[in-house]
């Protein structure tokens, strides 16, 4: 075997160099970066049947041409030609072999026609709404390989068992924040119809936020079915939450302690806020929102009690459920007054939540609708 070639350090300035001197000649030359017979298709070539060559040699135990593979029980036997799908389109690759067939590769194994970085380009794709047809359209635009739909859908069905073992996972024996809330995303079952996806992201206790589940409903479901997610959570290990930051549905306050009884229960200001310009007309809501910073931005529940009864004086007498709605909401209103500034601000909304629900929005006005009710 020959010495082993230590490899190449280079600076992000020589590497930036080098890539502009790659692009520049590709330019001089009419050469595409990607797709058949680019620069990037051509470099993945040189790279991965280097890879195999070696692999052989360590294979066989001497390196190619060596003198020392003449007459052995087992020798190289030529190349075959295999087509595999890559990040950078199809390349054509010249795959060493044996005369034993014993030699098994590993950067591009047997069998294997394309590489890992293609599943996550697919599943890339789909997450971000595109159906089969238009990840296999991107495809040929792009790299111009051709994928089939059946494949696609293979890559993205290949994922549903760690989808089921990740939404059954153990979770932390404490959660001190814990956010909870819906989507509502359009679903073809049978005809395309809005579906809610109940989720709730935990923060852990170093400080990192985590999606503990993600549960598809009929639209039927309202506190008794997240008592029953709770009961879920409870069974995968999570054994106390110190704050639960939600809206303002019926009956959810009573579902949280019942499963954690000493869990302190925040209602989302932000839901609130937008539930009490229900009751009012719009050209009031800039001026009710004005009188209701007042309440939220309170130094404790007490100054914030005041501000309610101020804005009750003001629009009591021509939105009285307004005013009902915050009284109603008061007790879990109240929790993330005790807390300072910063804090505040992580507790007193689902905007964790809402966040995702933007992306799904991204996701539906690309594609329509989802084909299933699996989470994507």
């Known amino acids: 075997m020959t010495d082993t070639i230590e490899p190449m350090e280079l600076d992000e300035d020589e590497k930036q160099a080098l890539a502009q001197r790659l692009v520049d000649q590709a330019r001089e030359q009419g050469v595409d970066l990607v797709g058949p017979g680019g620069l990037l298709t051509g470099l993945t070539k040189t790279v991965l049947e280097t890879a195999l060559e070696e692999e052989l040699a360590e294979h066989l135990g001497y390196d190619k041409h060596d003198p020392v593979g003449r007459n052995g029980a087992n020798s190289r036997n030529g190349t075959r030609t295999k087509t595999v799908l890559t990040d950078v389109g199809p390349v054509e690759l010249e795959v060493p072999r044996d005369r034993d067939s014993t030699f098994e590769p590993k950067v591009v194994t047997k069998r294997q026609r394309r590489l890992d970085g293609v ?36 890559i993205t069905e290949k994922v549903t068992a760690e989808m089921a073992e990740w939404q059954t996972r153990p979770l932390d024996r404490v959660y001190p924040v814990i956010f909870i809330d819906a989507l509502v995303v359009k679903v073809r079952d049978g005809q395309v119809t809005n579906k809610p996806f109940y989720i709730v992201i935990g923060v852990t206790t170093a400080g990192e936020r985590d999606i503990l589940g993600i549960w598809a409903g009929d639209g039927g479901e309202g506190a008794k079915f997240w008592l029953s997610v709770f009961t879920e959570l409870k069974n995968r290990g999570v054994e106390d939450v110190l704050i639960a930051v939600c809206d303002g549905l019926k009956g959810l306050p009573d579902a949280i302690t019942t499963t954690w009884e000493f869990t302190a229960v925040q209602t989302c200001i932000i839901h609130l806020i937008r539930n009490t310009f229900r009751y009012a007309a719009r050209q009031d809501w800039e001026a009710m929102a004005k009188d209701l910073r007042p309440i939220y931005t309170a130094v404790n529940a007490e100054q914030a009690a005041a501000r309610l009864d101020d804005f009750a004086e003001r629009w009591g007498g021509k939105y009285p459920a307004a005013v009902k709605l915050w009284r109603n909401a008061w007790a879990e209103f109240i929790p993330f007054l005790d807390y300072d500034v910063e804090i505040r601000k992580i507790i007193c909304t689902t905007n964790a939540i809402e966040s995702l629900n933007a992306r799904y929005r991204r996701a539906v006005r690309a594609r329509g609708h989802f084909p299933t009710t699996r989470p994507h």
């Open 119 to 154: 599943d996550q380009i697919v599943l890339s794709l789909t997450a971000r709404g595109l159906t089969t047809g238009g990840v296999a359209a991107h495809f040929a635009d792009v790299y111009g390989a051709s994928v089939s739909k059946d494949t696609i859908s293979r």
